[in-house]
């Protein structure tokens, strides 16, 4: 496999952060296709926490290249703390922004915020970051792209002609203050000094190293159950997380990518509202978020927490053509006695097929579960397979049954080196090989 797409099978932090760490190694560039900064990527590197928010997670790893491809929308200030973060990391000459990236401008931020407020109960929960007002600049055609900070006056103009109708929704729609437009220009012409010197065409620069043998590593964000398309909306993100996206997010096309890692919890969280029919409702959700240290890598809020939903990671696989499937986090299920999967779901007293569509749907299914019993052992430190305890064997067997995907490798710690590889996988190679 030379060009591969990492991506997220539920409502994100799944560990791929993690994962595309692990990978970097054998690839020769790391490319984000969509999302921005309202991703939290964490990776450890010799006991040290980095969290990528906007920069692939493959800049930990000196001598990759690393793209920040059109499909991601970058809020420069974010960019700039980024890589103020990376202090000690060689990053010149590794880092390669498109000209086509959108730019989250503040009148993204402070639309959003009113709006979720006046959604109230119904709000999406958000990462507060402008992503969605964001994007629906660029579908309406009305978007401010990166590679406009090059022409100043030009900058100035198309930043003031949005401005002017932006103050108006803001003031009239929301009863919100308006935005200084000139502020708002010079400081993003500041931020322009640090982040031009990155900017480039990076669907020549992707195409032309690939037509030379080098091999690509796309970074998916999010999760296919937030994809703007595919997952429950409208409780989604504003871009198409799914894999699809790393060929529109980069400009690379379909035939040149040869696989699809899918990256799944073994049991499963979201941030955020919307629906979520497996969600713990006693004090097992409690534990879990413990343990599982589940709070945003990105905003700190406490993640929900719940069982493994096949369905969800079933037609996630489905609508990514997922390949094989890393499990992570299932050291967080050793201490528990007994461990439900939900298997499929009952509507309106009958059987489910396929995942639904309408959310109302989803919130109205009954989960049906299946019960199997705990190891109730450490796994972390745990390095071949052989050596899982049985029930924790049959566990993964089943998911992998269930999901009508294979299992490639197995996760039971944040560390690079609690990594497991699932010998009779085909995929493992990938990881080990
Ligand atoms: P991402 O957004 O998919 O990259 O995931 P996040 O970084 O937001 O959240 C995953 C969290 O789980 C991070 O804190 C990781 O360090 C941690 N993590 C990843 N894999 C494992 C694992 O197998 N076990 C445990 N306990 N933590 C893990
Ligand atoms: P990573 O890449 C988990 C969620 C938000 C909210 C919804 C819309 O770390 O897996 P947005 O700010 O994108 O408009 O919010 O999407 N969300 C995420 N949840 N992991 C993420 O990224 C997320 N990015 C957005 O919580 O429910
Ligand atoms: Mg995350």
Redesign the pocket.
């Known amino acids: 496999m030379s060009n591969a797409v990492v991506v ?1 099978t539920q409502w ?9 760490d692990l990978l970097a190694e054998r690839f020769d560039i790391v490319a984000r296709c969509q999302g921005g900064h309202n ?6 590197v010799d006991g040290r ?1 980095y ?2 928010h906007l920069i692939p ?1 493959g800049i930990l790893h000196q001598g990759k290249l690393c793209v920040i491809g059109n499909g991601v929308v970058v809020n420069p200030f974010a960019l700039i703390e980024e890589l103020k973060g990376l202090e000690g990391f060689e990053v010149d000459g590794r880092l390669a922004v498109s000209n086509r990236c959108h730019l989250i401008m503040p009148y993204h931020g402070a639309i959003e915020a009113a709006e979720e407020s006046r959604l109230g109960d119904r709000k999406i929960g958000t990462t507060s970051r402008g992503i969605g007002p964001c994007y629906e600049d660029k579908i309406a055609r009305r978007g401010i792209r990166i590679g406009e900070l090059a022409s100043p006056d030009h900058f100035r103009n198309r930043v003031l002609s949005n401005l002017e109708v932006k103050n108006r929704i803001l003031t009239n729609v929301y009863g919100e203050k308006p935005l200084d437009g000139e502020a708002i220009v010079d400081s993003y012409l500041e931020a322009a000094k640090v982040v031009l010197p990155f900017v480039t065409d990076t669907a020549e620069l992707l195409n032309r190293s690939i037509r030379e043998g080098k091999s690509v590593l796309f970074e998916g ?3 296919a159950l937030l994809d703007i398309d595919h997952g429950t909306y409208p409780f989604v993100t504003s871009s198409n997380a799914t894999a699809g996206g790393a060929c529109t997010g980069t400009g690379v096309g379909p035939t040149a990518i040869d696989g699809v890692i899918g ?1 799944s ?2 049991y499963t969280t979201r941030v955020g509202g919307g629906p979520f029919p497996t969600e713990f409702t006693d004090e097992l959700g409690e534990a879990v978020r413990e ?4 709070f ?3 905003t700190g809020r406490p993640r929900r927490c719940g069982w493994f939903d096949a369905a969800v990671v079933r037609y996630s696989c489905l609508v990514n053509n997922v390949d094989a499937l890393v499990i ?5 299920l050793d201490d528990l006695e007994e461990i439900s999967i939900c298997v499929g779901y009952r509507h309106q007293g009958r059987r489910f097929e396929g995942f639904p569509s309408s959310i109302e749907t989803l919130e109205e299914v009954e989960p049906v579960y299946e019960t199997h019993p705990g190891w109730r052992t450490p796994t ?1 430190g745990i390095t071949r397979y052989r050596d899982l305890p049985d029930q924790a064997k049959s566990y993964l067997r089943r998911l992998s049954e269930l999901v009508e995907t294979d299992i490639c490798v ?6 690079r080196s ?2 497991i590889p699932v010998p009779e996988s085909p995929k493992t190679a990938l990881f080990f090989g």
């Open positions: 997220g994100g932090d799944e560990g791929k952060g993690k994962i595309v991703a939290g990527h964490t990776v450890i926490k969290i990528l997670s964000a999010q999760g990256i919890k073994a343990k599982g240290s589940e945003g890598a990105s992570t986090k299932l050291d967080v972390s197995v996760s039971t710690g944040p560390d609690e990594t």
